[in-house]
């Protein structure tokens, strides 16, 4: 098992790390609209932290040479599912027909009230 402090996305928000590598799979923590270089939720939209969230995430699957086209699952959560259809379209423009499997659920909150946080798994080749 290989732990993983990807450089160039946000630090983690407590005791856990960017992702873990076993096997020949990568887990990807759950990442929110933090930008990495204020260690802040800049945006108060759906579309822009579902932007920064997805860049966050291709800055940890990057630190593993690993693509967006390597994910085989993601895990959503939405604070509001009202969300949902602005969140779909940035997420679809993002994999750009790469479709892995998801589930897309709505919680009761988020860390520093993000509206949005994504999670993957990605296949080391």
């Not at 992702?19 to 260690?39: E, H, K, M, V, Y």
């Not at 599912?81 to 897309?104: C, I, L, Q, S, W």
């Not at 919680?107 to 509206?115: H, K, S």
């Amino acid at each position: 098992m290989k732990i993983i402090h990807a450089a160039n996305a946000p630090k983690a928000l407590g005791p856990y790390c960017s992702a873990i590598r076993t096997g020949n799979l990568l887990f990807c923590s759950g990442q929110t609209g933090i930008d990495p270089t204020t260690n802040k939720v800049e945006s108060t939209t759906v579309e822009g932290q579902t932007k920064q969230v997805l860049a966050n995430l291709k800055a940890v699957l990057s630190s593993e040479g690993l693509e967006v086209n390597d994910v085989v699952k993601c895990n959503v959560y939405l604070s509001d599912m009202k969300n949902f259809e602005a969140m779909n379209k940035v997420y679809g423009d993002f994999f750009d027909g790469h479709t892995p499997a998801r589930t897309t659920v709505a919680v009761a909150g988020l860390p520093l009230n993000a509206l949005v946080e994504i999670e993957c798994i990605a296949e080391v080749k």
